[in-house]
Antibody
């Protein structure tokens, strides 16, 4: 059974940093691309960042470019999102998401999400 | 303003058919990139409903179907059921943005 378990969310002040982690199980992690997708409370889905199976292809939404960094450790079956210079508008549930393919295509499994609240 | 445009809401009586449109542009759907659809029930993570424009993952009822034409795509739900009340999102890739784009979401209400 595929499982994606996020951690690292919480309350953080504007301008500070936070690092999200996602531990994967139930599939061969290094065969698939991975993504972070966020959803502000009561709002729609927003793609944040994606990384191919080997980390060679990485992309970011314009809203986080230059502030967020995605990475993965295939030996640890883990995906990360380093979030710097956080803003109030970054407040959202952050979902770890498994791609159907090794490159970017669509999400076939989602984690349960971790809430990041940026507030003073 | 989402890159992919969806109606905010659609509704229908049980047993009826509803469709949700997803309108893009020449840099995403019109460029030939596939469209995928997700269903999000209240207070849960999204679930893949349709991938590659028309394909259903195992376990998704055949009441759900997808199509794509030109710069748009559609999701149809036939034989509407109470359990279909949810938010639905389309997703594709945008070559100008070099990343994924989602529609703003459509809330389906079963009357």
């Amino acid at each position: 059974e595929v499982q994606l378990v996020e951690s690292g969310g919480g309350l953080v002040q504007p301008g500070r940093s936070l690092r999200l982690s996602c531990v994967a199980s139930g599939f061969t992690f290094d065969d698939y691309a991975m993504h972070w997708v966020r959803q502000a409370p009561g709002k729609g889905l927003e793609w944040v960042s994606g990384i191919s199976w080997h980390g060679g292809t990485i992309g970011y939404a314009d809203s986080v470019k230059g502030r967020f960094t995605i990475s993965r450790d295939n030996a640890k079956n883990s995906l990360y999102l380093q979030m710097n210079s956080l803003r109030a508008e970054d407040t959202a549930f952050y979902y770890c998401a498994k791609d159907q393919r090794s490159g970017w295509y669509s999400v076939d499994f989602w984690g349960q999400g971790t809430l990041v609240t940026v507030s003073s | 303003q989402s890159v992919l445009t969806q109606p905010p809401s659609v509704s229908g009586a049980p047993g009826r058919r509803v469709t949700i449109s997803c309108t893009g542009s020449s840099s995403n759907i019109g460029a030939g990139y596939d469209v995928h659809w997700y269903q999000q029930l209240p207070r849960t993570a999204p679930k893949l409903l349709i991938y590659g424009n028309v394909n259903r993952p195992s376990g998704v009822p055949d009441r759900f179907s997808g199509s794509r034409s030109g710069t748009s795509a559609s999701l149809a739900i036939t034989g509407l059921q109470a359990e279909d009340e949810a938010d639905y999102y389309c997703q594709s890739y945008d070559i100008s943005l070099s990343g994924w784009v989602f529609g703003g979401g459509t809330k389906v209400t079963v009357l």
